[in-house]
C-alpha cells in the first residue's frame, strides 16, 4: 500500500531540473507533497486532487495523473535551499482520514 | 506564532522501560498524528486522532499507547512492549483529519541505552 518514489536519491548542480515521482499500485484521491531538510520537521508544499490538476509553488510544481496512479514533483532550476529529502503522502479517497507516505527521495544540490 | 511542540528533542530509554513523548499544539487543530521515521523508510503512522478521548490504531501500532483527553495534547508511550523503540518521531496535526495539510513538529530522537 505504500507508494513507491523514484529514483531515491539524486544529486545536482545549482540550477539543474529534477524530477520526483510517486507512484500507487492503488487508485488515489489526492496526494500530498512534503520535504524534509535534516533533523527538522517536513514542511508541506501541496496537495494534488483528483483530477490531473498541476500546482505550482516558486519554482517546484507537481502534476496529478490518476489513470497512472501517479503524481510528479518538479524542481526548476535547484536552489541549494531545495536540498532534503521529499516525501509523497497519499489518500485513496476523499473522506480517508490518513496519509501513506513514500520512502523519501533524496535530493542534494551541490553548487 | 502558532506550531507544534515536541519534547524532549532527545530521550534515552532503558531495557523494559516505558517512556512518554509530549505533542502539544496551539493550531486549534482536531486532528493529531504520531509518525514513526526510520532512515530509508519514510514516515509510519503509528496513531492518530480526530477529537479528543479518540484515537485510532495506525499501522504499526503494536508497543505504543496514546491519550487524547486535551485538544491540545497527544502524548505517546513507547512501552517496553517495542522491541526496537529506537527510531525519530514526529507529531503531526491538521484542520481535521484527511486530506489536509500535515504541520509537523520538530520531533524526537529515542535511543535505547
Known amino acids: 500500500q505504500q507508494p513507491v518514489q523514484s529514483p531515491q536519491a539524486v544529486i545536482l548542480r545549482e540550477g539543474e531540473d529534477a524530477v520526483i515521482n510517486c507512484s500507487s499500485s492503488?487508485?488515489?484521491?489526492?496526494v500530498h507533497w512534503y520535504r524534509q531538510k535534516h533533523g527538522e520537521a517536513p514542511v508541506f508544499l501541496m496537495i494534488?486532487?483528483?483530477?490531473?490538476e498541476q500546482k505550482g509553488h516558486e519554482k517546484i510544481s507537481a502534476s496529478f495523473n490518476e489513470k497512472k496512479q501517479q503524481s510528479s514533483l518538479y524542481l526548476t532550476a535547484s536552489q541549494l535551499s531545495y536540498s532534503g529529502t521529499y516525501f509523497c503522502?497519499?489518500?485513496?479517497?476523499?473522506?480517508?482520514?490518513?496519509?501513506?507516505f513514500g520512502q523519501g527521495t533524496r535530493l542534494t544540490i551541490n553548487p | 506564532d502558532g506550531g507544534i511542540t515536541q519534547s524532549p528533542k532527545y530521550l534515552f530509554r532503558k531495557e523494559g522501560q516505558n517512556v512518554t513523548l509530549s505533542c502539544e499544539q496551539n493550531?486549534?487543530?482536531?486532528?493529531m498524528y504520531w509518525y514513526r521515521q526510520d532512515p530509508g523508510q519514510g514516515l509510519r503512522l503509528i496513531y492518530y486522532s480526530q477529537i479528543v478521548n479518540d484515537f485510532q490504531k495506525g499501522d504499526i501500532a503494536e508497543g505504543y499507547s496514546v491519550s487524547r483527553e486535551k485538544k491540545e495534547s497527544f502524548p505517546l508511550t513507547v512501552t517496553s512492549a517495542q522491541k526496537n523503540p529506537t527510531a525519530f518521531y514526529l507529531c503531526?496535526?491538521?484542520?481535521?483529519?484527511?486530506?489536509?495539510?500535515?504541520?509537523f513538529g520538530d520531533g524526537t530522537r529515542l535511543s535505547i541505552l
Open positions: 503531526a496535526s491538521s484542520i481535521v483529519a484527511g486530506n489536509q495539510p500535515q504541520h
Open positions: 503522502g497519499t489518500a485513496i479517497f476523499q473522506g480517508a482520514q490518513k496519509l501513506v
Open positions: 492503488k487508485a488515489l484521491y489526492s
Open positions: 494534488l486532487l483528483k483530477g490531473g
Open positions: 493550531l486549534n487543530h482536531d486532528a
